[in-house]
């Protein structure tokens, strides 16, 4: 201990934590991969059958659709973005949230009226809980 200096175990610390978290994170990727890819054969399954949801011995699967919004014409909806100033609808993906709140008829009334450039998609809902 008297032969160390403070470096060296800032050092040693660093690395050990480096290493911890290298490997934290591989792991973490490989379970990411098989999740997706049981969550994928789930889904075809599903899709084959008319059910709505399943238990397990140790969880519980519902299953709702979804809508979701897609951009069908970027033009045209790039177009209405700039024009209405409703940048608030894109993040990375768009924001179902900016494109809800902007479905609304001149009296501020929720309506089913797309906005212009978009199109539905329907998408699952997976929520698996412990039965």
């Given at each position: 201990?008297?032969?160390?200096?403070?470096?060296?175990?800032?050092?040693?610390?660093?690395?050990?934590?480096?290493?911890?978290?290298k490997a934290a994170n591989a792991e973490v990727s490989?379970?990411?991969?098989?999740?997706?890819?049981?969550?994928?054969?789930?889904?075809?399954?599903?899709?084959?059958?008319?059910?709505?949801?399943?238990?397990?011995?140790?969880?519980?699967?519902?299953?709702?659709?979804?809508?979701?919004?897609?951009?069908?014409?970027?033009?045209?909806f790039n177009a209405w973005v700039k024009k209405n100033?409703?940048?608030?609808?894109?993040?990375?993906?768009?924001?179902?949230?900016?494109?809800?709140?902007?479905?609304?008829?001149?009296?501020?009334?929720?309506?089913?009226?797309?906005?212009?450039?978009?199109?539905?998609?329907?998408?699952?809902?997976?929520?698996?809980?412990?039965?």
């Amino acid at each position: 201990m008297a032969g160390k200096t403070i470096g060296k175990y800032v050092d040693e610390i660093y690395t050990l934590k480096s290493v911890d978290l290298k490997a934290a994170n591989a792991e973490v990727s490989r379970l990411k991969k098989i999740i997706s890819k049981k969550n994928d054969e789930m889904e075809a399954k599903f899709k084959k059958s008319d059910l709505d949801g399943a238990i397990g011995k140790i969880g519980k699967l519902k299953i709702e659709p979804v809508e979701k919004f897609q951009v069908d014409d970027y033009d045209i909806f790039n177009a209405w973005v700039k024009k209405n100033d409703a940048f608030d609808c894109y993040e990375k993906k768009l924001s179902q949230k900016g494109i809800t709140d902007r479905m609304v008829d001149r009296k501020g009334n929720p309506t089913k009226k797309l906005l212009p450039g978009l199109k539905i998609f329907e998408t699952i809902k997976y929520s698996i809980t412990k039965a």
